[in-house]
């Protein structure tokens, strides 16, 4: 089965949303198969946004990680990466659709209260990072 890794940034936890937004994805039907609240270290944050080493916003992105406990989770379903790509809505607030994750809960492009794998490559990559003991 597909599998997605999910965070709930520490803006969703100080906000009390996990509840509110793991209803979300197990009412369209996905399963929760691995779930923790982690305080993230420096390096773990660094190493998830790799690919955003470059960005004028990299420092700012690894101090709102690692600024306090994050849900993780690992969600699997038919298509989970695009489906729960589709319940976070987009990375703008301002675009994201207002029945999504972001479009209810989230006002910035910054803190935008959900992260999930972008594909199927990055949810293998995320998950041994995330959840070392849960990888095959
Ligand atoms: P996420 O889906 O976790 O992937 C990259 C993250 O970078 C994104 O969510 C936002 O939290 C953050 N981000 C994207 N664009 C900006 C921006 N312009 N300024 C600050 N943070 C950003």
């Known amino acids: 089965m597909e599998k997605s890794l999910v965070l709930i940034k520490p ?5 009390k949303l ?4 793991i209803a979300m ?8 198969t691995a779930l923790k609240m982690i305080q993230p270290t420096r390096e773990i944050a660094e190493t998830h946004y790799a690919e955003h080493r470059d960005k004028p916003f990299f420092n700012e992105l690894v101090t709102y990680l690692t600024r306090g406990k994050v849900c993780a989770m690992i969600i699997e ?3 989970a990466v695009k489906i729960v790509r589709k319940i976070n809505g987009a990375t703008d607030p301002a675009e994201a659709e207002l029945g999504t994750i ?3 809960y989230a006002l910035t492009k910054a803190e935008n209260i ?3 794998s972008d594909s199927v490559e990055s ?14």
């Not at 803006?11 to 906000?15: A, H, I, K, S, T």
């Not at 994805?25 to 929760?32: A, P, Q, R, S």
């Not at 949810?123 to 849960?134: H, M």
Request: glycine share 12%; proline share 2%; net charge negative.
């Open 11 to 15: 803006d969703g936890v100080e906000r």
């Open 18 to 21: 996990i509840g509110e937004i």
């Open 25 to 32: 994805y197990e009412k369209k039907g996905l399963n929760i």
């Open 77 to 79: 379903g038919d298509n």
């Open 102 to 104: 972001r479009g209810k």
């Open 114 to 116: 959900v992260h999930a």
């Open 123 to 136: 949810a293998v990559r995320e998950i041994k990072l995330w959840f070392p003991e849960e990888a095959q």
